[in-house]
């Protein structure tokens, strides 16, 4: 009689340790897939470093031609020191900006879209366009920083509008 409900709690502890180990497995992939992205970014943040100490124009403009502003090309496809792509750089600077294109596809919408849809709906519209989901927050943030674009909160999700340009905005 005591070894049944003995053997019913041992299959219990098994399913709970079986449970918390796949839930441990999903969390070391998810944390994996996060420090990737990080290590993407890292890469991309020491280039535009690299190249804003290098470059000294007559004033205060963004980064040279050669240096999209966008989106990180995958790693190996990136040469360090000239942070031209192998694609080549004439070819990267004819595209509209990420910022641009995804103020445009803010402008078709009059409710607040998160940045995981403007994503899915950029590379819809762009398919040469891949940047991360990382990449694609951080150039919503830089336009809410710019004040062209509104980030609306609402519980733990991060929304944004598009800012309408008062009347001497040029866009």
Request: hydrophobic share 30%; proline share 10%.
């Given at each position: 009689?005591?070894?049944?409900p003995?053997?019913?709690?041992?299959?219990r502890?098994?399913?709970?340790a079986?449970?918390?180990?796949e839930k441990?497995?999903?969390r070391?992939?998810?944390l994996a897939?996060?420090?990737?992205?990080l290590?993407?970014?890292?890469a991309l943040l020491?280039d535009?470093?690299?190249?804003?100490?290098?470059?000294?124009?007559?004033?205060?403009q963004?980064l040279?031609?050669?240096?999209?502003?966008?989106e990180?090309?995958?790693?190996?496809a990136?040469t360090?020191?000239?942070g031209?792509t192998?694609?080549?750089?004439k070819?990267?600077?004819?595209r509209?900006?990420?910022g641009d294109?995804?103020v445009?596809l803010?402008?078709?919408?009059?409710?607040?879209r998160?940045a995981k849809?403007l994503?899915?709906e950029?590379?819809a519209?762009y398919p040469k366009?891949?940047p991360?989901?990382?990449?694609?927050r951080?150039?919503l943030?830089s336009?809410?920083?710019k004040g062209?674009v509104?980030?609306?909160?609402?519980?733990r999700s991060v929304?944004?509008t598009?800012?309408?340009?008062?009347?001497?905005?040029?866009g």
């Open positions: 009689m005591t070894r049944h003995a053997s019913t709690l041992r299959s502890y098994v399913e709970q079986a449970s918390d180990l441990n497995h999903q070391q992939r998810e897939e996060e420090l990737r992205v290590k993407q970014e890292e020491a535009i470093l690299s190249l804003a100490e290098r470059y000294e124009g007559p004033t205060d963004a040279p031609p050669e240096q999209p502003r966008d990180s090309p995958a790693p190996a990136r360090t020191r000239t031209t192998k694609t080549g750089a070819a990267a600077s004819h509209p900006l990420l294109l995804l445009e803010l402008g078709r919408h009059d409710e607040p998160p849809d994503r899915v950029l590379m519209n366009r891949n991360t989901p990382q990449v694609v951080n150039t943030e336009l809410v920083a062209r509104r980030r609306h909160k609402q519980q929304m944004y598009l800012l309408q340009p008062g009347p001497g905005d040029a």
